[in-house]
């Protein structure tokens, strides 16, 4: 399907993360053949309808729906608690109360309750993933997401939400039926932190949004953005940790996924779907995950130099010991190469 020159455009260079300050391999040459990378066509498994656990939640012991939309009777999506959860909520059995998590130390270490929320949110179509769904329904999964993470704000024992969705066994999905999940924890996560951090630094620095930097360029070069609509980009970043990652911006600055307008939430889903479209019909309906990059629940005032976004990782490439040992990841597809692969029968722009 790919040329092989499309493979050897560059010797190896370290990219530097403008965000993170990490350090990035690209290397090339490093690919030999275009299947070593991506899997040779072939058709999707699908788990039959009978004996599916989302299928009808309530049914399946997964308890009343937190939310539902439009209604519970007639639910397109529903978000339930995750029958087996990373981190649940703790109440104090003699008051009935909610309780913070407590952090201790055991010898050298410290160590903090695994106290938080995790649940799942349930698409209705069982053969329908997020890249299938009418613009209407794509939008309420956004928004129903939106509207549980505003009932987290007001909860002070609560950091962060992480939201995400694996598609297909290679990205971590033991049950085929569409689904997504959103996990509260009490405290920040590294890589979030880091980002933050970085992009904190770089406003301190040259008094402008890094990721708002970012755009921009991308925009000037135009060799690595995959579609554009009124409100949103994606492009493939300059420095990329893996194969064909990509990155979805709301084009108005915005610290906070909550506060995203549904005219906004509808540009950001017209791009999410025109490129998971793309990867599965240009890498051959590899599996991914996405998800989305916010700033924290507490201390709001702080995050205005951050900009939201949601990330797309085909699942390709497997980190072996130089990545592992180091930190630094080789990325073996030049991300403007990758680029020209997803843009090959499509235009980059759309009104």
Request: glycine letters at 6%; hydrophobic letters at 35%.
């Given at each position: 399907m790919f040329h092989v020159s499309y493979f050897m455009l560059h010797n190896s260079e370290l990219r530097k993360d403008i965000v993170s300050g990490d350090w990035i391999v690209i290397s090339p040459q490093r690919a030999k053949r275009p299947h070593d990378l991506i899997r040779k066509p072939q058709k999707r498994k699908k788990a039959p309808i009978k004996g599916c656990p989302f299928e009808d939640p309530q049914k399946t012991t997964h308890g009343e729906p937190i939310l539902a939309y439009p209604n519970k009777k007639n639910w397109q999506v529903q978000i339930v608690q995750n029958k087996y959860p990373v981190f649940v909520p703790w109440k104090n059995s003699n008051v009935g109360v909610h309780v913070c998590a407590s952090a201790f130390?055991?010898?050298?270490?410290?160590?903090?309750?695994?106290?938080?929320?995790?649940?799942?949110?349930?698409?209705?179509?069982?053969?329908?993933?997020f890249a299938h769904l009418s613009k209407h329904q794509?939008?309420?999964?956004?928004?129903?997401?939106?509207?549980?993470?505003?009932?987290?704000?007001?909860?002070?024992?609560?950091?962060?939400?992480s939201i995400f969705h694996n598609w297909g066994p290679k990205a971590?999905?033991?049950i085929y039926h569409p689904h997504y999940q959103i996990i509260t924890l009490p405290v920040v996560p590294p890589d979030v932190q880091h980002s933050l951090k970085g992009s904190a630094q770089y406003f301190q620095r040259y008094k402008k949004c890094v990721h708002c930097v970012m755009i921009d360029w991308e925009k000037k070069s135009r060799s690595r953005i995959i579609y554009e609509n009124k409100g949103a980009i994606v492009f493939i970043p300059f420095v990329s940790r893996e194969p064909f990652e990509l990155r979805i911006f709301p084009k108005k600055h915005s610290s906070f996924f909550e506060d995203a307008t549904k005219e906004n939430l509808k540009w950001v889903v017209d791009a999410l779907q025109k490129v998971l479209i793309l990867i599965e019909k240009r890498l051959n309906d590899i599996d991914y995950n996405f998800f989305i990059h916010t700033?924290?629940?507490?201390?709001?005032?702080?995050?205005?130099?951050?900009?939201?976004?949601?990330?797309?990782l085909p699942k390709i490439s497997v980190s072996a010991g130089f990545e592992l040992g180091t930190g630094i990841e080789i990325t073996v597809i030049d991300p403007d190469v990758a680029a020209k692969i997803l843009k090959q029968s499509q235009s980059t722009n759309s009104s």
């Open positions: 130390q055991k010898g050298p270490y410290w160590v903090v309750d695994g106290r938080g929320y995790h649940d799942l949110v349930i698409t209705r179509d069982h053969y329908k993933n794509a939008v309420m999964v956004l928004k129903i997401m939106q509207d549980r993470y505003k009932m987290f704000l007001n909860d002070s024992c609560l950091a962060y939400t971590g999905a033991s700033s924290p629940l507490r201390n709001k005032n702080k995050y205005y130099h951050y900009h939201w976004h949601i990330e797309v």
